[in-house]
């Protein structure tokens, strides 16, 4: 089992910058790739990023290539998610996940991971 807790959401006005954190406990040595996800109001949830949890590769919704950035740090078993130049539509609940297998390149598909955090709001004002 594996637990994910993030923290760092919050309000912040159209063009700022906030950076989400995502702790990971548990059996952390079976994970294979880290994601972030969000899910606005009555929208479905959709893939934000993902990395690779022993080579560090990152992979990106288009949507937030070139704005967001993530990074893990083994020692610590967190994934981070650095959101920068803020949009009102990036308001969402943002959900960390882990996958304990390789799914290649379905890394975007919500359905290949296994654990879930509880999700963080981020709410962005224009």
């Known amino acids: 089992q594996v637990q994910l807790v993030e923290s760092g959401g919050g309000l912040v006005q159209a063009g700022g910058s906030l950076r989400l954190s995502c702790a990971a406990s548990g059996r952390t040595s079976s994970m294979y790739t880290m994601g972030w996800f969000r899910q606005a109001p009555g929208k479905e949830r959709e893939f934000v990023a993902a990395?690779?949890?022993?080579?560090?590769?990152?992979y990106y919704a288009d949507s937030v290539k070139g704005r967001f950035t993530i990074s893990r740090d083994n020692a610590k078993n967190t994934v981070n998610l650095q959101m920068e130049s803020l949009k009102h539509e990036d308001t969402a609940v943002y959900y960390c996940a882990a996958d304990e297998n390789y799914s290649g390149s379905n890394y975007r598909l919500s359905g290949i991971y296994d654990y879930w955090g509880q999700g963080t709001q981020v709410t962005v004002s224009s």
């Open positions: 990395i690779s949890w022993g080579a560090g590769n990152s």
